[in-house]
């Protein structure tokens, strides 16, 4: 029930105080002067509030009253979530998009689900019955990819008086009753939740399931686990929405949601326009059947960018108290970190490095750890996975948000400029970038690609960090002067580099690899190393040990070996084999033939 709690006495942007509010507590939700404006209340001293307001404040003015609706900043969790886009706050984008206007009207409230669409419900529950937290009352088909279960409140339980039957239903008809020790709670096709406050678990699992991408550099070298977190840092043009749009298209997570936070207008239409087109690998369906957007542009308030990943990150522990993984794309928490400054300093708070507020790297913890693999109060397994796409200025990765976040995640995919400009995509920086999960995945691997597959990766990582060292030299006197074991070093790890770790995400075959085709092109190119470096030790000449067609045909593997014809690769591993037995023969003690 809305009543009145003060009136305005100061406004600075998003930012306005208000006197006579002693009825109002710490993150309750507000509604701002004539318009209504949506707030929610930041700081309380004696009887004056600081409320930050998470629509355009222009055209407020002093004595405009505040109105307390006694709950905390919330969104409303049900059916209609799915394919749908919403900014910050949790309001669907298309429903407040009138009159042809570009901008969201202010005060049009917190609209949110549809309220008059009839959803087919199959009930589970049934009079008699007794529900605790968590359990399944009764399920949808929101989509034709992702079925929506119902689920008792956490902190409710009681014995079921009232069940409806199957049928279609608006969100806002009861379809449960539940009595508890004389209070009656009704249940209906949606709940309530508070978007700062984390959603309760039965309990944490530990990390030990792959987050499959289908990208290589990914997959095999910095692997990323269900319900790890992940970030994705990078200058201007080096490709972070690009990656994570890839993350998003191709990852075995249930359900995607991809926040745009302080983006620019056109990443986010371009995400609109693509991800409609897009068929889900698994399904052969849209991918907007499992994907949720949140779009909390530049252009629109900063206060509602703050928001816009707790709204995310609620949506996303809905969905993984159903049973389902959840990937949650964050883009970036750089601009959300920059308007936690701007509110900073509208509040006149003391700056820490580079004007950031001295809380940022506690809200950065915060936030992340609401990831992790988890067994739900229904029974269940779930988990989130949050990917964070960090823009620090210039590239530069000693700045406060990238340093913060280097400290709470455990995969860190550092993009670089250089790769990026000379089109080597994703332009992840294997020297930089590192994944704590590889040791927790170990079993993993083991049972799904196979226990050689770790193994290959540290061989190749070893070889790329030892060409790193040799191209100083090479900088400096030229590659001809190196030992042919060491040119052979140089000529491997360009074929890592761009065999391997280069992918076109615009080919069929090349955009999503499975780890069985991963774990095979491995096998090709450490065959390739073994098979050449035994025969330089027996002294043949590096112009015979590099053969152009052979090393061009295992660069080029990528692109001639569909999925469904793996085989081939181990005809390249044979013609790898048979090339070098003859050359070994030629060059072995006793038989050389050494070029005059």
């Not at 119902?150 to 079921?160: A, E, N, Q, R, Y």
């Not at 039965?202 to 070298?221: E, H, S, Y």
Request: net charge negative; glycine share 8%.
């Amino acid at each position: 029930m809305e009543k009145h709690a003060g009136e305005i006495i100061y406004i600075n942007g998003p930012v306005v105080k208000a006197e006579n509010a002693q009825g109002l507590k710490m993150r309750e939700m507000v509604l701002v002067g004539k318009k209504r404006l949506i707030g929610e209340v930041i700081s309380i001293s004696k009887d004056t509030a600081t409320i930050q307001v998470y629509e355009e404040t222009s055209g407020l003015s002093r004595g405009e009253e505040i109105l307390s609706t006694g709950s905390p900043l919330s969104v409303k969790l049900g059916p209609g979530i799915l394919s749908n886009i919403f900014d910050g706050i949790e309001r669907p984008l298309l429903a407040m998009y009138k009159d042809g206007n570009a901008f969201i009207p202010e005060g049009v409230g917190l609209v949110s689900l549809d309220e008059q669409k009839q959803w087919a419900v199959e009930m589970v529950a049934k009079e008699g019955d007794y529900l605790t937290a968590g359990q399944v009352y009764a399920t949808i088909q929101e989509t034709s990819m992702i079925r929506h279960r119902l689920m008792v409140p956490p902190h409710l339980k009681g014995k079921v008086v009232f069940a409806e039957r199957s049928g279609s239903y608006t969100i806002e008809q009861t379809l449960v009753t539940l009595e508890e020790e004389g209070s009656r709670h009704e249940l209906k096709l949606y709940q309530l939740w508070p978007v700062r406050q984390p959603r309760p678990v039965a309990k944490r699992n530990p990390i030990g399931k792959l987050l499959v991408t289908g990208q290589r550099v990914i997959d095999t070298f910095f692997p990323l686990a269900k319900g790890g977190t992940a970030a994705i840092p990078g200058g201007f043009g080096t490709g972070k929405t690009i990656t994570q749009h890839q993350l998003a298209k191709w990852s075995d997570a249930d359900i995607i949601v991809y926040i745009g936070v302080g983006e620019r207008g056109n990443e986010m239409t371009e995400v609109l326009e693509d991800f409609p087109e897009i068929k889900d690998p698994r399904s052969g369906k849209s991918i907007m059947e499992r994907t949720v957007l949140i779009a909390n542009t530049s252009n629109m308030p900063v206060a509602a960018r703050e928001a816009s990943i707790y709204t995310g990150i609620t949506i996303a522990e809905y969905f993984r108290d159903m049973g389902y993984h959840i990937a949650i794309m964050a883009d970036s928490t750089s601009r959300w970190a920059e308007a936690l400054r701007e509110i900073s300093g509208r509040l006149e708070e003391m700056p820490a490095e580079e004007g950031f507020p001295a809380y940022l790297p506690s809200r950065l913890a915060q936030f992340y750890e609401r990831a992790g693999d988890i067994e739900t109060l229904g029974g269940s397994g779930g988990s989130i996975t949050v990917i964070g796409a960090v823009s620090p200025a210039g590239g530069d990765f000693t700045e406060p948000v990238t340093q913060n976040t280097k400290r709470v995640v455990s995969t860190f995919l550092a993009l670089d400029k250089a790769l990026a400009y000379a089109r080597h995509y994703p332009s992840i920086n294997w020297l930089r970038s590192y994944s704590g999960y590889v040791t927790d995945l170990k079993d993993w691997y083991d049972e799904n690609a196979s226990p050689e597959m770790l193994e290959l990766r540290a061989k190749l990582l070893r070889i790329l960090q030892e060409e790193d060292k040799l191209q100083e030299i090479v900088k400096l006197v030229g590659e001809d002067i190196l030992p042919d074991d060491q040119r052979l070093i140089l000529e491997i790890s360009r074929v890592i580099k761009v065999g391997y770790l280069q992918q076109n995400a615009y080919h069929a075959d090349d955009a999503n690899v499975s780890l069985a085709k991963q774990y095979r092109m491995l096998r090709v190119i450490d065959a390739l190393y073994e098979n050449a470096i035994k025969c330089v030790k027996k002294g043949a000449p590096m112009s015979k040990v590099k053969n152009d067609a052979l090393f061009y045909k295992i660069t080029t593997m990528k692109y001639n070996v569909p999925e469904n014809r793996q085989e081939i690769l181990e005809d390249y591993i044979r013609e790898i084999r048979d090339y070098y037995d003859g050359l070994d023969k030629t060059y072995s003690k006793g038989g050389a033939r050494h070029e005059g």
